[in-house]
């Protein structure tokens, strides 16, 4: 499918939900530090896709969708509640506890890297020399961030460790991204598929809280459940039919600048909320970082032959 033209970008139909999305993905990644204080993260995902979970088989309904899916649809769902919405996320909540929310969500942004290497690998999609310099240089200015969140870091707090639950968080849901673009997704209502995925991922998510941190923690605070209805609500069962939509829409290039603004957002967010320092350093790493993105998302695989 080819590309749309820059210009649709401005069409309102185009433009809000890709603005929409961007906000409210940007603001999760801070959202999500007032579930993992006084709550194990494990508990907190689960929570957060156990009221998911149900708002999105609505969904399906009120769009009247088909919730009946053939076996490989459903082996499909299997396999990205255990990569999207359990691995990614338990990943990603876990990473916070040793990283500000802004660099977590600059890591994970940087899931556009081993998407074109499994596309590449899967999809028989090439691999531009203008995305590998632009990938250099956006890995450049990670790490130059990380650097900056170490110096910043209370003594004890493991940045390094954080880094790599992110980037595992980052791979999950890069795997997740790829194998649902095959033909048993393509077959099934997307609403449907994400409604199965969540309530797997759930189920996975509840089995290894339960493992690990023993009965259901309950927080009785009020602000941690508007919270997780946020994650929930809107940040899961808005965002990712509208996202999904607009990667049908623009072609999956065009669609993922929208990554590169939750990024800004985020940053900004984490900058005003959790009073983010801007030393030269960051400041340095996180113009690469941007600059590397886009120099890498405007150098995109593209299909062998096309």
């Known amino acids: 499918m080819s590309e749309t033209p820059p210009h649709t970008l401005l ?10 999305v961007a906000l409210i993905w940007g603001s999760t990644w801070f959202v999500i530090t007032t579930q993992i204080a006084e709550v194990p993260p494990a508990w907190s995902v689960t929570w957060r896709f156990m009221l998911a979970t149900p708002a999105m088989f609505t969904l399906a309904l009120i769009m009247r969708k088909r919730l009946a899916m053939p076996g490989r649809a459903h082996r499909l769902a299997l396999l990205m509640g255990l990569f999207q919405f359990c691995g990614n996320y338990m990943f990603v909540y876990w990473s916070e506890l040793h990283l500000t929310s802004g ?20 999809l028989g999609q090439v691999i531009t020399a203008r995305f590998v310099v632009g ?34 968080a980052m791979l999950s849901a890069s795997i997740s991204s790829v194998i649902q673009a095959g033909p048993a997704g393509r077959d099934v209502p997307l609403v449907s598929l994400l409604a199965w995925a969540m309530l797997y991922g759930t189920l996975f998510d509840a089995a290894i809280a339960w493992a690990l ?10 602000a941690y ?61 996180g113009a690469l970082a941007i600059v590397g993105l886009l120099v890498a998302l405007r150098g995109r695989q593209v299909r062998a032959g096309s």
């Open 213 to 222: 941190f023993g009965m259901p923690v309950v927080p009785r605070d009020p």
């Open 225 to 285: 459940w508007l919270g997780t209805a946020w994650l929930a609500l809107a940040g899961s069962v808005i965002t990712f039919p509208l996202y999904y939509e607009l990667v049908r829409k623009l072609g999956a290039g065009r669609a993922a600048y929208n990554g590169v603004l939750v990024i800004v957002i985020a940053m900004a967010v984490s900058t005003v909320l959790e009073g983010y320092h801007w030393s030269a350093l960051a400041i340095a790493g």
């Open 11 to 20: 069409r309102p139909a185009i433009a809000l939900p890709f603005v929409v």
């Open 135 to 168: 990938s250099v240089i956006a890995l450049a200015g990670i790490a130059l961030l990380l650097v900056n969140e170490a110096r910043a870091a209370p003594l004890g707090d493991s940045v390094a460790l954080g880094a790599l639950l992110a980037l595992t």
């Open 103 to 122: 660099i977590v969500a600059l890591l994970i942004g940087m899931m556009l890297v081993p998407n074109a290497v499994l596309g590449r690998v899967l």
